[in-house]
């Protein structure tokens, strides 16, 4: 039973129904109607607003809004809910401006007195039907979008409709507004714009032409309706079906199309169709009749009468009966009027339709006529008829009939002048292009990832590609699309949200099944949707087959599994904004857990977003760090930082953080490694190999513990950070000792010994090599790239102590164990390929440097092993150029090492600085040479790197002997006595073979 008291105090609680929704809100309220109505009596006031109510209802429901609730002397409105449609901005705009004239048309003399304001606002709600039942009020809507609307009424003057940007932006094709600046909006912190409503645009533009985008890839459909029309001229009458998806830019070839005809274009008759009006006979034309002959809702019968004589008649030249029976259909004829001599309504519109056709056909006799018919998928029955007479009609009349459509609803046509034209996607390079047209060269673009991440979700409509890039440009707080990925998706621009929802808002009880769909995502299994409706497999087969005959889904079948897919991502994108959010996290949750399930394997990555999204921090990190440890081991480096990364960002939501230590190593050693191998030092790896040696040591885990440490070395030693490096390999080695384990001996003195190389202390180097390699026996690892590392430097050393045939038999073992090790570590065959390919150079076998350079670009490629990328292009160029191929080998080794500094990737970047000083002093480029010397001289004493320093000074004694007079040493320096005074400190014989070769030739 009812109870007032209970009822008053409940709360207003929504149903579980209550979804996020874009709508259009409707506030307004009477001016002064108590000092109107004062002295009134009740009775008398009561059938005021009770008429007031009857006529607010009847406005609201005719332009498709819903009456929510009234107050005093005021109600409120909502449009696109709970059916959203494209066009709510523009209906509720409609349905003010006749609330606005209501009072104007009444009887009652108070009434007439009384005026009204009002405010519209538009945006994202959370709207539903409350649970206990409430006086006035149906329906609920929490946001800022009530309050907004609300201030905007308090805000206008009497008779004045004001509405905010987004409602005015919406129907900005279909209304003339005037900016009124920033409005005093209470409780809001940001800039309220205000636009007022002056009128309903004559005629009304189909889409905005004020800042149109450059027109991309539309010039195949351009050149068939330019060539239907070359047929019209010559008499041959064309009828052209132009189909497509909402926004993918029907509107915009039609005016590209008329723009190109120019002065060609003489007559024309332009007719839309409307989704309000889909039962309102011949309702194209009559909307064209009300504009073209300037006719208004306050004008009179007479007045409608007199402007539609004047139209039709004189200006058109249509006959009386035309207009005669226009007025009949349109029920504004005169009390004194002579009616049509009909029987029937029927008769009326079968002899109007026959009357227009004859009409259209005349006005093509002195030149070619063009009619445009718009969204023809909404044309009523009786326009239908007329459109088809015309259409059998044309055929050698110079007309041109254009019908624009969606696919849904495509009209057939058995006649060989009509042709059918579909527009398409756009290819990715217009995609580009019209992108680029919102950001500028150069520009800086907060979170571009996300950016380029939703653009492509766009799937070349060009509507969508435009309004996402403008929203993107409107959003002020860094990161903002970043973080609608991770919580309730893409954060749709309003142009967009009532046009994706409006066909799923008609599917019943398919919405439903929908909802769920989406959280599964853009594709997704029968199976799964099945258990997780939690009904009978055929009725949500049946609700399947529902919405793929709206076009909302699309069926795939593989095997014997059947899975279905929305039609497109943004579609997907905003069904799935519609949920609550905390209904999303629930959904998503038992999603994750029938994945688990499931016979079938679903990917990490998949089951760990579901995870996430489902609020279950700790299962999301498990499932984010197998998949992308997972991508690691497959060479998808890139795509291993951003899975490491989501496994990262769930660290601190952890619930046990101790319990999962290990993993946590885990996750930041791998989050390391897909760091070094895709973007190099200059991405900071290191940071990620010090945590995990920190965690691995806490849970004695001494595989982890040593490979952060062989890490942490690497990117010190390729860094050029010698005296950093020094201290993990030190570790290492303590730990061999300790632990008696001979991999981390041998990995320790692998170390030790490229650092002592590097240093020029090459005694010390093949001691430490030679030591690790005893230690190790046939001990094999792709993680500690062993023994190869330790072979290719040994053979570096051995070059350089004089010990050419040792040093190309190490350099040979080195590759081949590579290849072994590779089988766990894709890297240590880079590694291998490029400290030998060096060796090779320096022993001058040309053959076998091509060799190294071509498997190590292959292989860099395939593994994303960029900064080795750059070593193997450095290495074929240098043989190109000794081979006679130069090919701009200079410039290419200048950049290659240049790109390798920017990277912080400095180690044996004195060797290339030197190599090619050599290259340049050969071409006569002496200037050039001497600035690489200098700048490897800088970066060896910088870093330590003492190893080519002889060669760097025979280097520059020869540039400054051989060059001209104005590049002569002006600092006293003998550079071939520091030469060899460093060659014999380091022992390095074949540098001092090289100064003794010069010296002779000198």
């Known amino acids: ?171 900005s094709t279909q209304f003339q507004f005037r900016d009124v600046g920033i409005i005093q909006a209470k409780g809001f912190k940001s800039d309220v714009l205000a636009w007022q409503v002056l009128q309903e645009r004559r005629p009304a533009r189909r889409f905005d032409t004020s800042d149109l985008t450059p027109y991309v890839n539309r010039a195949t459909e351009l050149g068939v309706l330019s060539d239907r029309w070359q047929s019209v001229t010559a008499g041959r009458g064309q009828v052209v079906i132009l189909q497509g998806e909402a926004g993918i830019g029907k509107s915009r070839l039609v005016y590209e ?117 718009e969204d023809i998928h909404w044309m009523d029955a009786s326009t239908e008829g007329l459109i088809r007479l015309l259409v059998a009609r044309v055929r050698r009349k110079k007309i041109f009939l254009m019908l624009t459509c969606r696919p849904q609803r495509v009209p057939s046509f058995d006649f060989p002048h009509v042709t059918n034209v579909t527009l398409g996607k756009l290819e990715d390079e217009a995609v580009s292009e019209l992108v680029a047209n919102f950001f500028s060269e150069g520009e800086e673009i907060v979170d571009q990832t996300s950016l380029m991440s939703t653009i492509g979700k766009c799937e070349g409509n060009p509507l969508f590609v435009e309004e996402l890039s403008k929203h993107y440009l409107e959003q002020k707080s860094p990161g903002s699309l970043a973080v609608a990925h991770r919580s309730r998706g893409v954060d749709l621009p309003v142009l967009l949200q009532a046009s994706l929802l409006e066909r799923i808002d008609t599917a019943g009880e398919g919405k439903e099944i929908a909802q769920l769909a989406s959280v599964i995502g853009r594709e997704f299994d029968r199976d799964i949707l099945v258990k997780l409706a939690d009904q009978p497999e055929d009725d949500v087969d049946a609700m399947l087959d529902q919405l793929s005959a709206l076009g909302i889904l699309g069926l795939n079948a593989f095997q014997d599994r059947a899975f279905y897919a929305f039609r497109h991502a943004l579609l997907r994108e905003a069904v799935y904004s519609s949920l609550l959010s905390k209904a999303r996290e629930a959904i998503h949750l038992r999603v994750a857990r029938l994945l688990v399930d499931a016979r079938q394997t679903y990917s990490s990555e998949t089951i760990a977003r579901h995870f996430e999204h489902g609020g279950d921090h700790d299962n999301a990190f498990g499932y984010w760090l197998k998949a992308g440890q997972h991508a690691l081991e497959s060479g998808a480096t890139t795509e291993a930082v951003n899975l490491l990364g989501s496994a990262l960002r769930m660290t601190q939501r952890l619930a046990d953080r101790d319990r999962r230590l290990e993993d946590l190593a885990s996750a930041n050693l791998s989050y390391g490694l897909a760091l070094n191998a895709s973007h190099g030092v200059v991405a900071e790896p290191i940071k990620y190999f010090r945590k995990a040696e920190k965690l691995a040591a806490r849970v004695d885990k001494t595989d982890m513990l040593l490979e952060s440490l062989d890490w942490q070395f690497g990117m010190q030693f390729n860094a050029g950070e010698l005296s950093a490096a020094k201290i993990p390999a030190q570790k290492i080695k303590r730990l061999g000792v300790t632990l008696g384990d001979r991999r981390a001996m041998a990995s320790g003195s692998q170390g030790l010994g490229m650092v002592h190389f590097m240093r020029g202390e090459l005694t010390k180097a093949r001691h430490e090599f030679e030591q690790g390699l005893e230690a190790a026996g046939d001990y094999l690892s792709g993680v500690h790239c062993f023994p190869s590392m330790s072979l290719s430097y040994l053979a570096w050393t051995y070059f350089i102590l004089g010990k050419s045939s040792k040093a190309a038999s190490s350099a040979k073992r080195a590759i081949a164990s590579a290849r072994h090790e590779s089988a766990e570590s894709p890297h240590a065959l880079a590694t291998a390929l490029s400290n030998c390919s060096y060796v090779f150079q320096c022993l001058g076998d040309v053959e076998s440097v091509y060799a ?76 050039e040479a001497v600035a690489a010397i200098e700048q490897a001289l800088e970066i060896a004493h910088k870093n330590n790197e003492l190893f080519y320093m002889s060669e760097l000074y025979r280097l520059k004694a020869h540039v400054y002997d051989v060059g001209p007079e104005t590049l002569s040493s002006g600092d006293d320096v003998d550079y071939i006595a520091l030469a060899k005074a460093t060659a014999k400190a380091q022992s390095a014989k074949a540098w001092l073979d090289k100064l003794a070769i010069m010296s002779n030739r000198q």
Not at 6 to 20: G, S
Not at 69 to 83: K, L, R, V
Not at 905 to 920: K, P, R, S
């Open 257 to 373: 199309f008329e723009r190109s005809l120019g002065s060609h274009l003489q007559t024309a008759f332009r007719f839309q169709c409307s989704s309000q009006n889909t039962s309102t006979a011949l309702h194209p034309w009559f909307h064209w009749v009300l504009r073209n002959g300037d006719i208004r809702q306050q004008d009179t019968a007479e007045t409608i009468h007199t402007k539609l004589d004047q139209s039709l008649h004189a200006m058109l030249g249509f006959s009386r009966e035309v207009v005669a029976a226009s007025e009949a259909v349109m029920g504004v004829q005169p009390a004194d009027t002579v009616q049509p001599d009909t029987s029937s309504s029927q008769k009326v519109l079968s002899r109007l339709q026959r009357a227009l056709v004859r009409n259209i056909i005349n006005a093509s006799k002195d030149a070619p006529l063009y009619v445009l018919v």
């Open 1 to 171: 039973m009812w109870d007032p008291v209970r009822n008053w105090i409940m709360p207003v609680k929504l149903k579980e129904t209550a979804e996020r929704r874009q709508i259009t809100i409707l506030h307004c309220d009477i001016v002064n109607s108590t000092a109107i109505i004062d002295g009134l009596d009740p009775e008398d006031v009561l059938l005021i607003m009770e008429s007031n109510l009857n006529h607010w209802t009847r406005i609201v429901e005719s332009f498709r809004g819903i009456f929510v609730g009234y107050t005093g002397d005021g109600f409120h409105a909502y449009f696109g809910y709970p059916i959203a449609r494209e066009d709510a901005a523009a209906d509720a705009v409609s349905a003010a401006l006749e609330v606005s004239r209501m009072f104007a048309k009444q009887d009652n003399e108070v009434q007439r007195e009384l005026e009204c304001r009002i405010g519209i606002a538009t945006g994202q709600v959370v709207v539903g039907r409350p649970s206990v039942p409430q006086i006035g009020q149906h329906f609920v809507a929490f946001g800022s979008v009530p309050s907004l609307a609300a201030r905007l009424e308090q805000a206008a003057s009497p008779g004045c409709v004001l509405v905010d940007q987004a409602t005015r932006r919406l129907a």
């Open 852 to 927: 190294c350079a071509a498997e190590l670009i292959e292989h860099a490629r395939k593994h994303g092993e960029l900064m080795y990328l750059k070593r193997g292009f450095m290495t074929r160029k240098w043989a190109d150029f000794v081979s006679g191929v130069e090919d701009q080998s200079i410039e290419a080794i200048r950049d290659h090492i240049d790109l390798l500094l920017e990277s912080k990737e400095e180690i044996e970047v004195t060797f290339h600085l030197g190599v090619l000083a050599d290259l340049q002093i050969r071409k006569g480029r002496y200037r």
